[in-house]
């Protein structure tokens, strides 16, 4: 998976709504589009995102409904897309027969946050075997054994969270993303992308300044989109993407 930079992700539960809002998202400049598959016991999920998903439950989503999702939205987006779960779904419908489904979906890769990669095993066999790129998690109490192992197994970018805690709008950005960054960076030269409390154009704009290769944005977007529908998301992504390419070409 090739992702651009500076990379904007933006994230959304599979749900009802969910292609609409992702093709508007793209519209506004989102270069990837991240897909919830949601879970009953969502660990890393803050308020915003644990609400989406039981919304989508409620509604009636599974696994493969999510990857007819999938599907539909390939057949309208050329961007990566790159599904988000759990271990316990992945599990229960198979290793390798949910990389198999997902590729055959047009998936490029996908994100299990509770299934670190030197445990992924089978998972990231699947992965490969189907030409799924597993996207790693770090964070800033990530030690340098456990970025050298992720990044060894690595593909498409690499997660980086700005916070250790859960999914939430946040007011500004971490101190702790630049010091990660520089960490990370030795390990790998995919793109290094910041989520977990990326809620404006203005925190966008820190990452790029810290040293990330973009954002990952979730719980704001999905806000946006509850508030104002696809139009509202679109331009709050238009703001965004503003802000990430001013600060891609500003003077060092």
Same mark, same amino acid.
């Given at each position: 998976?090739?992702? #651009? /930079?500076?990379?904007?992700?933006?994230?959304? %539960?599979? &749900?009802? &709504?969910?292609? &609409?809002? $992702?093709?508007?998202?793209?519209?506004?400049?989102?270069?990837? =589009?991240?897909?919830?598959? +949601?879970?009953?016991?969502?660990?890393? &999920?803050?308020?915003?995102?644990?609400? $989406?998903?039981?919304?989508?439950?409620?509604?009636?989503?599974?696994?493969?409904?999510?990857?007819?999702? =999938?599907?539909?939205?390939?057949?309208?987006?050329?961007?990566?897309?790159? +599904? %988000?779960?759990?271990?316990?779904?992945?599990?229960?419908?198979?290793?390798?027969?949910?990389?198999?489904?997902?590729?055959? !979906?047009?998936?490029?890769? %996908?994100?299990? *946050?509770?299934?670190?990669?030197?445990?992924?095993?089978?998972?990231?066999?699947?992965? /490969?075997?189907?030409?799924?790129?597993?996207?790693?998690?770090? $964070?800033?109490?990530?030690?340098?054994?456990?970025?050298?192992?992720?990044?060894?197994?690595?593909?498409?970018?690499?997660?980086?969270?700005?916070?250790?805690? =859960?999914?939430?709008?946040? $007011?500004?950005?971490?101190? /702790?993303?630049? *010091?990660?960054? !520089? /960490?990370?960076? +030795?390990?790998?030269?995919?793109?290094?992308?910041?989520?977990?409390?990326?809620?404006?154009?203005?925190?966008?704009? #820190?990452? %790029?300044?810290?040293?990330?290769?973009?954002? =990952?944005?979730?719980?704001? #977007?999905?806000?946006?989109?509850?508030?104002?529908?696809?139009?509202?998301?679109?331009?709050?992504?238009?703001?965004?993407?503003?802000?990430?390419?001013?600060?891609?070409?500003? +003077?060092?």
């Amino acid at each position: 998976m090739r992702v #651009a /930079r500076p990379a904007q992700v933006i994230y959304l %539960m599979a &749900d009802t &709504d969910t292609v &609409d809002l $992702a093709v508007a998202a793209v519209r506004g400049g989102a270069t990837a =589009i991240e897909i919830g598959i +949601p879970f009953s016991d969502p660990l890393a &999920d803050g308020p915003t995102v644990q609400r $989406a998903g039981q919304r989508a439950l409620r509604n009636g989503m599974t696994a493969t409904l999510a990857l007819e999702l =999938i599907a539909e939205l390939r057949s309208r987006v050329d961007v990566p897309l790159v +599904p %988000m779960t759990y271990a316990g779904p992945v599990l229960a419908y198979g290793e390798r027969r949910f990389c198999a489904d997902l590729a055959a !979906a047009g998936a490029d890769g %996908m994100i299990v *946050p509770d299934v670190p990669h030197d445990e992924a095993g089978e998972l990231l066999e699947g992965c /490969r075997e189907h030409g799924l790129d597993l996207v790693p998690l770090l $964070a800033p109490t990530s030690t340098d054994e456990r970025i050298g192992l992720a990044c060894a197994g690595a593909g498409g970018f690499v997660y980086l969270v700005s916070v250790a805690g =859960i999914t939430g709008s946040r $007011a500004g950005l971490s101190d /702790r993303v630049a *010091p990660l960054v !520089a /960490r990370v960076r +030795p390990y790998t030269e995919l793109p290094l992308l910041v989520g977990f409390g990326i809620a404006s154009p203005e925190a966008a704009r #820190a990452a %790029m300044a810290a040293g990330a290769d973009g954002v =990952i944005i979730g719980s704001k #977007a999905i806000e946006v989109a509850e508030e104002g529908g696809s139009e509202a998301l679109e331009e709050f992504v238009a703001a965004v993407a503003g802000a990430l390419n001013d600060a891609s070409i500003a +003077p060092e």
